[in-house]
């Protein structure tokens, strides 16, 4: 099975900049996608941002411009650069991972969240 360890997460004030990494480990034969979403207090969770193994990226449109997601394949290990935060990005974030198997199955991973707060 595969294993989410997030970090990066803390309190900064509005407009200032964090970096999320979340890396993957355990036994397992392929990482298709991976990706960041987040839940404030008495919200549904919600796709921040996602990334295939090939690149390809997709973003909610409130963090476009602002949020860049990458992955380095080699490492297992995905990143969310989160610029020009603003107090609504208060929530905590998770980390999520998809598995390939050869057989066909797909297996969904969460990571135990890193809270994010923006605040003055």
């Known amino acids: 099975q595969v294993q989410l360890v997030e970090s990066g997460g803390g309190l900064v004030q509005p407009a200032w900049s964090l970096r999320l990494s979340c890396a993957a480990s355990?036994?397992?034969?392929?990482?298709?996608?991976m990706g960041w979403y987040r839940q404030a207090p008495g919200k549904q969770r919600e796709l921040v941002a996602t990334?295939?193994?090939?690149?390809?990226?997709n973003y909610a449109d409130s963090v476009k411009g602002r949020f860049t997601i990458s992955r380095d394949n080699a490492k297992n290990t995905v990143y969310l650069q989160m610029n020009s935060l603003k107090p609504e990005d208060t929530a905590v974030y998770y980390c999520n991972a998809e598995e390939g198997r050869p057989s066909g199955r797909r297996l969904a991973y969460w990571g135990q969240g890193t809270q994010v707060t923006v605040s003055s």
């Open positions: 990334t295939t193994s090939g690149g390809s990226t």
């Open positions: 355990g036994t397992f034969f392929k990482l298709n996608a």
